[in-house]
T-cell receptor, first 115, second 114 residues
Framework: SAVISQKPSRDICQRGTSLTIQCQVDSQVTMMFWYRQQPGQSLTLIATANQGSEATYESGFVIDKFPISRPNLTFSTLTVSNMSPEDSSIYLC????????????FGEGSRLTVL | GENVEQHPSTLSVQEGDSAVIKCTYSDSASNYFPWYKQELGKRPQLIIDIRSNVGEKKDQRIAVTLNKTAKHFSLHITETQPEDSAVYFCAASTDSNSGYALNFGKGTSLLVTP
């Protein structure tokens, strides 16, 4: 299993500002996955963060808006830049065990509200 | 990329009845198919998964079936209980160099009424 700590757990932000979400895992993993879950919606993959290389972004998500850092095998950050109300969502950090082919574990999520 | 379709979006059953949720996927290279349960205000958690070399897997009241030819898989919950009420998500992954991330369906909100 994997224990994932995310912070902040929630925040209220002003339009135009940026917020960085931190994710800490209790074991070393090569890949970390960032998902977004808008209210009442499914889980949408934002990007895959690999240690030592640039993150891989999914269609509709760009590095300028969602810069990601992955400084080591247990930590990653996701920044939501120049926020608008449409960015109000839950952002979830996740990892897979078993060499990236096992169960996907989620952090508790960071609930952002943009006013 | 992979596209996962999930039906129905909502499902209401009486306690003790069975519930079935169906998903289809588009990428024939997908080989890992998990199901997640998300209770209100909580993170999604794995309830069962199946890999492409198996056609069916069962864990107590929960079972998953996979038809690779038709590219669909289903979740079956028998003897439903009120605590089964939650949102269920299916997902698929190719688990290869083309990607290890899970692509999720839109979810099914299951309500089990006493």
């Amino acid at each position: 299993s994997a224990v994932i700590s995310q912070k902040p757990s929630r925040d209220i932000c002003q339009r135009g500002t940026s917020l960085t979400i931190q994710c800490q895992v209790d074991s070393q993993v090569t890949m970390m996955f960032w998902y977004r879950q808008q209210p009442g919606q499914s889980l949408t993959l934002i990007a895959t963060a690999n240690q030592g290389s640039e993150a891989t972004y999914e269609s509709g998500f760009v590095i300028d808006k969602f810069p990601i850092s992955r400084p080591n095998l247990t930590f990653s950050t996701l920044t939501v830049s120049n926020m608008s109300p449409e960015d109000s969502s839950i952002y979830l950090c996740s990892v897979r065990t078993g060499g990236n082919t096992g169960e996907l574990f989620f952090g508790e999520g960071s609930r952002l509200t943009v006013l | 990329g992979e596209n996962v379709e999930q039906h129905p979006s909502t499902l209401s059953v009486q306690e003790g009845d069975s519930a079935v949720i169906k998903c289809t996927y588009s990428d024939s290279a997908s080989n890992y198919f998990p199901w997640y349960k998300q209770e209100l205000g909580k993170r999604p958690q794995l309830i069962i998964d199946i890999r492409s070399n198996v056609g069916e897997k069962k864990d107590q009241r929960i079972a998953v079936t996979l038809n690779k030819t038709a590219k669909h898989f289903s979740l079956h919950i028998t003897e439903t209980q009120p605590e089964d009420s939650a949102v269920y998500f299916c997902a698929a992954s190719t688990d290869s160099n083309s990607g290890y991330a899970l692509n999720f369906g839109k979810g099914t909100s299951l309500l089990v009424t006493p």
